[in-house]
């Protein structure tokens, strides 16, 4: 529900964006939120921390971020003959998706009082 409802915000938000916003938005999004998640759960998780893993990390947020959306999207656009979009989506991505899950790691380091 949540990646849906993501979907139909980032379409009304870009409407002619030309990108799958609204994927691109989940898994940079979804990295941030990763990024947070093992933050927490690494200094904070207590003795529960395998189970909130599965469920968050595995579940919540491996049904939010998605994969195969993208592929297809990137194929979309090769088939489409839009190469260069397709390689700044590809490239940003994953380049966006990692680098916000290094900054929620960040935050959660410090919000925890554990340093950098």
């Given at each position: 529900m949540a990646r849906y409802g993501?979907?139909?915000?980032?379409?009304?938000?870009?409407?002619?964006?030309?990108?799958?916003?609204?994927?691109?938005?989940a898994n940079v999004g979804g990295g941030l939120l990763m990024g947070l998640l093992v933050g927490w759960l690494a200094f904070r998780g207590g003795a529960q921390q395998e189970m909130v893993r599965l469920f968050a990390a595995v579940g919540v947020l491996g049904g939010f971020t998605t994969f195969s959306s993208y592929s297809l999207e990137a194929v979309q656009m090769i088939e489409r003959r839009q190469i260069g979009l397709a390689a700044a989506y590809v490239i940003g991505s994953v380049v966006l998706a990692i680098a916000a899950l290094f900054v929620g790691l960040?935050?959660?380091?410090?919000?925890?009082?554990?340093?950098?």
């Amino acid at each position: 529900m949540a990646r849906y409802g993501l979907g139909l915000a980032a379409g009304r938000l870009a409407p002619n964006a030309g990108w799958p916003v609204g994927t691109f938005a989940a898994n940079v999004g979804g990295g941030l939120l990763m990024g947070l998640l093992v933050g927490w759960l690494a200094f904070r998780g207590g003795a529960q921390q395998e189970m909130v893993r599965l469920f968050a990390a595995v579940g919540v947020l491996g049904g939010f971020t998605t994969f195969s959306s993208y592929s297809l999207e990137a194929v979309q656009m090769i088939e489409r003959r839009q190469i260069g979009l397709a390689a700044a989506y590809v490239i940003g991505s994953v380049v966006l998706a990692i680098a916000a899950l290094f900054v929620g790691l960040m935050v959660a380091r410090r919000a925890f009082g554990v340093p950098a």
